[in-house]
């Protein structure tokens, strides 16, 4: 399976911006009738994005769950920090510490904000994506883009 990966650079250190523009991607491939993983490096970070998902807009309900051992397997959007996600997706929001899996989705967003620690995790992502022949694409975003 190819894959396309989008690099999104954030323009500041926030963590909320990071939970933010990837709820906005979310709700985006939702209404598009795409399933979301939402891949987390941890379960604080699981319950942060979950909690964004029900507050990120008001006027409207983003399906989604965290990952557990009885998982809804139709759910449009799951987050997970486990790792052990079966199925296929068809995007794959990537805010954790490694790389996703290339053959899960065919395509996969990297959300990057101006921490050294996150830019470091998103340049080794690059180098895999690259030896798995991905297509690569890089946006830099602006203070408005959010």
Known sequence: MSCAVDFYLLPDESEQSLLDYSCKLAREFCQQQQ??????ADKTMSQAIDEALWTYDPLSFIPHAISCDNDNDEQAILISHRGEESGLFDVQINL???A??????????EILNQQESRKQAG???YKYYRQM???L???ELAASDL
Do not use: G, Y
Request: hydrophobic content about 25%.
């Open 96 to 98: 954790s510490n490694t």
């Open 137 to 139: 694409k890089h946006h």
């Open 100 to 109: 996703a899996n290339a053959e899960q989705s065919p395509r996969i967003i």
């Open 133 to 135: 022949q991905c297509e």
């Open 123 to 125: 340049r080794e992502h």
């Open 35 to 40: 399933r979301v993983l939402i891949k987390t």
